[in-house]
């Protein structure tokens, strides 16, 4: 018996190296559908990450009329956090402002001018976690509405930019990661069946001779984990490559500074759905072989 | 052993066998005889279940062709060996790979398998081309490869169908001679031809058969 399995599980082996080219041409394709799907998985994984960096960089500027005392702008800023989509809400005052512009332009405007003419603001930062997308003219609307609010200064057609773009990828993905991996496991049991067509003759001496199902189809079945393994072994260092690549390409040579990373937790489950896969589409095929002929 | 009541079997595009009848005994050797076409494949895939009978019983080793499940077929096929005209042995492996396969589907150990490949690859004179692949031996070495894979496994039938189809005439003889010192150990034959010189006078029963439908000669 040990015999037996010892050389099934070597059968499957040899078929590999006995059909190179078949084999070649199964790994190769295989190697690139689950390349091509990993990384959808590795950018649908990034997408909140990189659109939370975006949204950390989001600033709005609200400046309050003149006559406004410290105490009323405290208040009106607490009532400003409490707005939805709201992170953070910074009061700066008009002392404060003084420091900032010394520090920016290292010039003391009270001397030159004899005044104060900066006006109290407060700098308000917006959520980076909210799913359902950012809808800053509702934000501003809603910070105008606290009132004794001078100005609002903040980048508009970015935001709704970034904002549109997510949400319009977010709705989209589902589809899009659905509709490859459909693709990928067409080809993948297309691929699977061509290797196995070229050795129905195997299976027609086997199924001759006596050989139980087991038997026929097991090497088949060890194949299709063994080229499963190799595509694996192939794909992972090229994954691990190309995220890699990219985060040293964005943060050398661009101004973004969000780095990208790899969840193998995803990756893994991916890799044993391609198994499962692979191996059910080699029994099948296989099994299609078997049925006596007239 | 063998038993056909009133078979009948045509194939999709017509032809085939039309109600044969044949009872074979264990350990017989009875030849086949018939023209290109007339049915002898017909008949010998029959036996190994490889066609399903339209009509009438088969019975081989006990078993009955009708409904037979994978497993079932497959040991009835144990039982057989079988030399097809064509050879069918696979081009990818060598001649130790190729005989050495019915032992463990049988799940014999591997030392046991070492010996018997060499014990047959004796019998049929082929000890000298054991790591040679199919494609490196003559039309007559690859047809005693078929019949010392057939006989390895000591069925108690071999059906051998045109076994000479692809032989010169000393080679047929000593074939069909090898044939004969199988059988008396007890093995039942059955062997298609369609050269009726090369088995006459042998004193063997001798099976016609002719458009499909069979008489004994």
């Keep these: ?294 | 052993m063998i038993e056909f009541k009133d078979i009948s079997f045509s194939y999709k595009k017509g032809k085939g066998v039309t109600n044969l009848n044949l009872k074979l005994g264990d350990g017989e050797f009875n030849f086949l005889i018939g023209p290109t076409g007339s049915g002898k494949t017909t008949l010998m895939r029959l036996i190994y279940f490889d066609l399903v009978p339209d009509s009438g019983t088969l019975i081989v080793n006990g078993f009955k062709s009708k409904n037979l499940s994978f497993s079932k077929t497959s040991k009835v096929r144990k039982e057989i060996g079988m030399v097809f005209q064509d050879y069918k042995l696979l081009n990818d492996r060598n001649v130790y790979d190729n005989i050495s396969l019915p032992l463990y589907v049988l799940g014999y150990p591997k030392n046991q398998i070492y010996d018997r490949v060499d014990e047959s690859l004796e019998l049929v004179g082929l000890q000298n081309k054991k790591h040679h692949f199919p494609d490196e031996l003559s039309g007559g070495e690859q047809q005693r490869a078929s019949l010392a894979r057939a006989i390895i496994k000591e069925p108690s039938l071999i059906l051998a169908d045109e076994p000479t189809g692809n032989l010169d005439p000393v080679a047929s003889f000593e074939l069909v001679r090898l044939l004969e010192t199988i059988n008396e150990t007890g093995t039942t034959i059955l062997m298609a031809t369609h050269n009726y010189s090369l088995i006459k006078g042998r004193g063997l029963p001798i099976y016609e058969i002719k458009d499909g439908t069979l008489k004994q000669r």
């Design chain 1, 1 to 294: 018996m040990i015999d037996k399995i010892i050389y099934l599980v070597l059968e499957g082996l040899k078929n590999i190296l006995r059909n190179k080219g078949t084999s070649f041409i199964s790994l190769f394709l295989l190697s690139i559908s689950i390349f091509t799907i990993s990384m959808i998985i590795v950018a649908n994984d990034n997408t909140q990450k990189v659109l939370q960096y975006f949204r950390g960089k989001y600033k709005i500027e609200v400046f309050f009329k003149d006559n406004i005392s410290d105490q009323r702008a405290t208040s009106l800023v607490s009532k400003i956090r409490k707005i939805s989509g709201v992170r953070t809400a910074t009061l700066i005052k008009k002392e404060d402002a003084l420091r900032i512009f010394k520090d920016q332009f290292d010039e003391d405007i009270l001397k030159v001018l004899g005044y104060n003419p900066l006006p109290v603001s407060a700098v308000v930062n917006l959520s980076r976690t909210k799913k359902s997308g950012i809808k800053i003219d509702q934000i501003i609307r809603n910070i105008k509405s606290v009132g004794s609010i001078e100005k609002v200064i903040y980048q508009g057609s970015l935001i709704k930019k970034i904002e549109k773009n997510y949400l319009r990828f977010k709705n989209k993905i589902p589809y899009l990661v659905g509709f490859m991996i459909l693709i990928n496991i067409l080809l993948i049991v297309n691929t699977i069946r061509l290797s196995l067509v070229s050795r129905k003759q195997l299976i027609n001496n086997l199924k001759l001779i006596g050989a139980s199902k087991t038997f026929i189809l097991t090497p088949f079945m060890i194949e299709g984990i063994l080229i499963s393994i190799f595509s694996f072994i192939f794909v992972t260092p090229l994954l691990i490559g190309t995220v890699e690549g990219f985060n040293y390409l964005v943060l050398n040579f661009s101004s973004f500074k969000a780095q990208i990373e790899l969840d193998f937790t995803s990756i893994m489950w991916f890799y044993l759905l391609v198994m499962v896969i692979t191996v059910l589409s080699s029994y099948r095929t296989a099994s299609s072989f078997l049925k006596i002929k007239a």
